[in-house]
């Protein structure tokens, strides 16, 4: 061998994983699927099984409509001492079998339609996102790398929203069982801000935070510390959004009573 030759070992390309080991690797081995998602950045597998555990959770969803709606009737009574919202005088004039009907009917259609595009906005922004700080962090991670981690990774929001949904339906209350606020506020309701932080912080809350800062170690090739830093933040920006988005109602009534506008 001629001694000014260069010689390589070229490894062979990882094959891509099919869709059931992938995605029960989601949860078994994680840092397998990111490595294959670094060579492979797939997208259909997860985003089929996110939307058909959305479809299953719709019917379930839209029982708690009528819930919700008498949540929101009661508490604007106590809060401003009318109903803002007008749910409850419709029970009281209408009954509640028509009612129900109709919201149950609007709830499907609405749980329907979030099970089909929430998974792609969400992934789509948290991607934006992560891009960002890993671009900060200086990292090598490509946009659709990032997609298709959080596409693997909502798998878990979205098994998480099932079952605190049938918890929710079961009891008849806002008070997910797998929260901090089962512990510490288990008599709150959805108008406080603090019950709402806490009802942010769930079991798979943080397991979505785990599994954040492992697709983006592996696929940045950060250290630990980066990292964490980065899934540190997607986790209080999650907790964020959440809370405002829950309060934002409460917020804007607060503004109208008090400017004499409601």
Request: charged share 10%; glycine share 8%.
């Amino acid at each position: 061998m001629n001694e000014n030759e260069i010689t390589r070992v070229v490894e062979p390309e990882a094959l891509k994983m099919p869709i059931v080991p992938r995605i029960l690797g989601i949860f078994t081995s994680p840092g397998e699927v990111f490595q294959n998602i670094k060579v492979h950045p797939v997208i259909l597998p997860p985003l089929l099984v996110a939307i058909i555990i959305g479809l299953i959770t719709a019917p379930f969803g839209a029982q708690m409509t009528s819930i919700t709606n008498q949540e929101l009737s009661h508490i604007s009574i106590e809060r401003y001492g009318f109903d803002a919202f007008g749910f409850a005088t419709l029970v009281d004039e209408y009954g509640e079998s028509p009612l129900d009907a109709l919201m149950d009917t609007l709830g499907v259609a609405s749980f329907v339609l979030s099970a089909v595009f929430t998974p792609l906005l969400s992934a789509a922004i948290a991607a934006v996102g992560l891009f960002v700080l890993s671009k900060i962090a200086r990292g090598t991670a490509k946009i659709g790398q990032l997609f298709s981690m959080y596409l693997h990774v909502y798998v878990v929001t979205a098994l998480g929203g099932l079952i605190a949904t049938v918890i929710m339906m079961s009891t008849g209350n806002f008070l997910d069982l797998t929260s901090l606020a089962a512990v510490l506020m288990p008599h709150g309701r959805i108008d406080m801000v603090s019950f709402n932080i806490l009802s942010a912080i769930s079991i798979f809350s943080i397991w979505v935070t785990i599994l954040t800062y492992i697709g983006v170690k592996i696929l940045n090739e950060f250290s630990a510390v980066k990292a964490g830093v980065i899934a540190g933040i997607a986790f209080l920006t999650n907790i964020a959004v959440y809370t405002v988005m829950l309060m934002f109602t409460w917020w804007m009534m607060d503004f109208m009573v008090g400017m004499g506008l409601a």
